[in-house]
């Protein structure tokens, strides 16, 4: 080839090396890690995309029900503001 390509019998004196190195154990045990680590990113992405639309359905849910939300945030807001649960751990 030109200028900085690499020619196939090139390739196949860096695979020699490489396995020359590391050997056949090695490499296929990184070949396995490998897969896996594709098949688990691959079974993540596909569980990202079905909970994009579970807060579409939260949202929804929390516009039925507004008055609920205001009643429990405005005590706990009284409880913070005397300060009776200072030095206390939080559940």
Not at 20 to 34: Q, V
Request: net charge neutral; hydrophobic share 45%.
């Amino acid at each position: 080839m030109g200028m900085g390509g690499i020619s196939i019998w090139q390739l196949l004196i860096i695979l020699v090396i490489v396995l020359l190195i590391f050997g056949t154990k090695r490499l296929t045990g990184l070949g396995s890690d490998l897969g896996n680590a594709i098949k688990g990113f691959r079974s993540a992405m596909k569980d990202g995309e079905g909970e994009e639309a579970e807060p579409q359905k939260l949202d929804q849910a929390d516009a039925k029900a507004p008055a609920a939300g205001t009643a429990g945030s405005a005590a706990a807001g009284a409880t913070a503001a005397t300060g009776a649960d200072q030095g206390k751990p939080k559940v």
